[in-house]
Structures are given as structure tokens and as C-alpha cells.
């Protein structure tokens, strides 16, 4: 199985800042990676796919990148609402396709 | 819009049987792949098992594989997840998604329903 390991596993920003969270995959999974946020109660929401592909709908302030075994996710200029828990999937090798651990962002 | 409600959870003895259903709507239902993916209280998302658009291939993660059970009736546009044998371990928010094309991601998720093995 592919682990996929997110760091860090929480993080305090201002509204305003720019936040980096990287994950890492035990194996090469091309592309094949997405991003999800959730929010308390909620269900997640995909905000990426395919490393840099922004889902409909997402706005432009989230940006993906990487490859291979290395991704990151950038926030630039939080929001209020960009608080919550962001997990990183790959879907390169299945069964089973496999999350991160989560990374919890936080209001400073 | 598309929509996916889950339904069937609820507060279940260790070892037995507990069926979960997912009704879809707003999108062509048999042309995508549908996943289950749940949540442990206060942790992460594991995914669990995943159906083709016509049902003919199914996918398991190792820790159900053998007591769960994935379906899909695509003339009702429904998703299932026979679950047998339960374990405590399986106490979780189980959420039905929508795979984005082939199994790979997910666009959309329902709201979930919770499941509690517990004596």
C-alpha cells in the first residue's frame, strides 16, 4: 500500500497569510493526487486533482504542485473560512487508494 | 445538482449485519464509479471500497474485505454497503462519494451516516 504522509499535522495562521502543506507518498504516484477540505460535521470537498487541477468552483487563492513522491498545497491569502482539515489522496495504485493523515489549520 | 444521500446507519452489536444505502441524483448515475469512504470518530478519511460505473469490478481495503459487501442498482440509482460481521473497529461516518470520473477522486460526497458497533 502507498502511505501518504502529511506535515504538518497542524498549523496557526492569520487571515491574510500564505500557507504551505506538504505530503508525501511512500511510492511514485505520478499525478495522481488530489486535496480535499473539511470542515467540522461536514463532509470533505475536493479542491484539487491531478496535482494542480483546481476543482469547479475552488478559488483561485488554492494552487497544487509537485510530483512523483513530493506535493504541496498553497493557500495564498487566507480566508475565514479556508480554517479546517485538508487531507491529500493518491489514486495512482488501488486497491486501496490512501489519505494523509490530515493537517488542521488554525486560526492564530 | 447532484446529490447524495446515505442511509442505514445507526447503533449496531459487534458481529452483526448492518446494509447502508446511497441514493444519487442529478448526474447519470451508471456512468461513474461510487466509493464508500468512512471516518473514525476524531480521525481521519479511510477509504473502503469502491464499484465501477456498471458494477462489474469492486475494489475492497483490506480491513472489510471478506465482511463487506459493495453493490449498485443503477436502474434506482442506488449505491449499497452490506457490511457483516461488524467489529468495533467499524464505528465511523461512512460517506458515499462520487468518483470524479474512473476511481480515482472524489467531486462529490453525501452527507454521511453514522455507524456505531458497540455491545
Known amino acids: ?108 | 445538482e447532484v446529490q447524495l444521500l446515505e442511509s442505514g446507519g445507526g447503533l449496531i452489536q459487534p458481529g452483526k449485519s448492518l446494509r447502508l444505502s446511497c441514493a444519487a441524483s442529478g448526474f447519470t448515475f451508471g456512468n461513474y464509479a461510487m466509493s464508500w469512504v468512512r471516518q473514525a470518530p476524531g480521525k481521519g478519511l479511510e477509504w473502503v471500497s469502491a464499484i465501477s460505473g456498471r458494477g462489474g469490478s469492486t475494489y475492497y481495503a483490506d480491513s472489510v474485505k471478506g465482511r463487506f459487501t459493495i453493490s449498485r442498482d443503477n436502474s434506482k440509482n442506488m449505491l449499497f454497503l452490506q457490511m457483516n460481521s461488524l467489529r468495533a473497529e467499524d464505528t465511523a461516518t461512512y460517506f458515499c462519494a462520487k468518483d470524479i470520473d474512473s476511481i480515482s477522486y472524489y467531486d462529490y460526497w453525501g452527507h454521511g451516516t453514522p455507524v456505531t458497533v458497540s455491545s
Open chain 1, 1 to 108: 500500500d502507498i502511505q501518504m504522509t502529511q506535515s504538518p499535522s497542524s498549523v496557526s495562521a492569520s487571515v491574510g497569510d500564505t500557507v504551505t502543506i506538504t505530503c508525501r507518498a511512500s511510492q511514485d504516484v505520478s499525478n495522481w493526487l488530489a486535496w480535499y477540505q473539511q470542515k467540522p460535521g461536514k463532509a470533505p470537498q475536493l479542491l484539487i486533482y491531478g496535482v494542480s487541477r483546481l476543482q469547479s468552483g475552488v478559488p483561485s487563492r488554492f494552487a497544487g504542485s509537485g510530483s512523483g513522491t513530493h506535493f504541496t498545497l498553497t493557500i495564498t491569502g487566507l480566508q475565514p473560512e479556508d480554517f479546517a482539515t485538508y487531507y491529500c489522496q493518491q489514486a495512482n495504485s488501488f486497491p486501496p487508494i490512501t489519505f494523509g493523515q490530515g493537517t488542521r489549520l488554525e486560526i492564530k
